[in-house]
């Protein structure tokens, strides 16, 4: 897996966990407001961290970190994924992973092998606007539904989340989302944050007022609901 990116340590990223974050490059959607632009498009000009460089740290981090967050990109594109979680694991780490959800069959083989602890699954939108918001014209639709399936099943811990643009997203999309997951574990709505390497920076936040809104009409069907990124 190519490692592009490298967070040593996090308290949020890995909830209820001290851990690091590891970011791979490259992805099957471009979302507008995705935030690792550089990740997703340009990964071949991203600095690189050896396998062997990451499972140092690891070493030297046992006893103080406890969670390891693969993130990116989209991990489960990398053939070699499954190998790098085998040599974190074997040092005592829980994993949580990080997907869009286009590869319902590396989730279930993962969790099956025993080699993540954690799914954050990301919600893009109501699904008759996936094509919009991950910015390809003909999103598997399938997959997506199949990984939420999955998910629910309560195989495996997890949780959804939904990165909330002012421009892109409507208050009919979390009366649809709530319909579709309804009765789920955990759903999260991330304000959104522009930045330089958002790939179509100049999208904007609701306010809090306005989440707390979509929040309410969310946990008419899901019991427990949260925001954030707001300070």
């Not at 522009?194 to 809090?208: A, C, H, K, R, T």
Request: proline share 5%; with cysteine; charged share 25%.
């Amino acid at each position: 897996m190519k490692i592009c990116g490298f967070n040593k340590t996090t308290l949020l990223d890995y909830p209820g966990r001290v851990a690091c974050t590891i970011f791979s490059g490259g992805c099957n959607f471009r979302c507008p407001f995705c935030q690792n632009g550089g990740l997703v498009e340009r990964p071949e000009e991203q600095p690189e961290y050896s396998r062997e460089e990451i499972l140092s740290f690891l070493k030297k981090r046992q006893g103080i970190l406890d969670g390891v967050c693969i993130s990116g990109g989209e991990p489960t594109l990398s053939p070699s994924l499954a190998s790098l979680l085998q040599d974190i694991k074997s040092l005592g780490y829980s994993i949580k992973l990080d997907t869009n959800g286009s590869r319902p069959d590396i989730l279930k083989s993962l969790t099956k092998d025993g080699l993540i602890d954690m799914i954050a699954m990301d919600i893009k939108t109501s699904p008759e606007r996936y094509s919009v918001l991950t910015g390809i014209p003909h999103p598997d639709l399938n997959a997506i539904y199949e990984s939420v399936d999955f998910l629910m099943s309560g195989t495996i811990d997890y949780e959804f989340r939904t990165t909330v643009v002012k421009e892109l997203h409507k208050k009919s999309d979390f009366h649809e989302i709530g319909k579709w997951l309804k009765g789920a574990k955990a759903y999260y709505l991330q304000a959104y944050r522009d930045s330089e390497e958002v790939l179509q920076p100049g999208f904007s936040s609701y306010s809090l007022e306005e989440l707390l809104h979509f929040r309410s009409i969310l946990l008419e069907s899901i019991p427990l609901v949260e925001i954030r990124g707001i300070d």
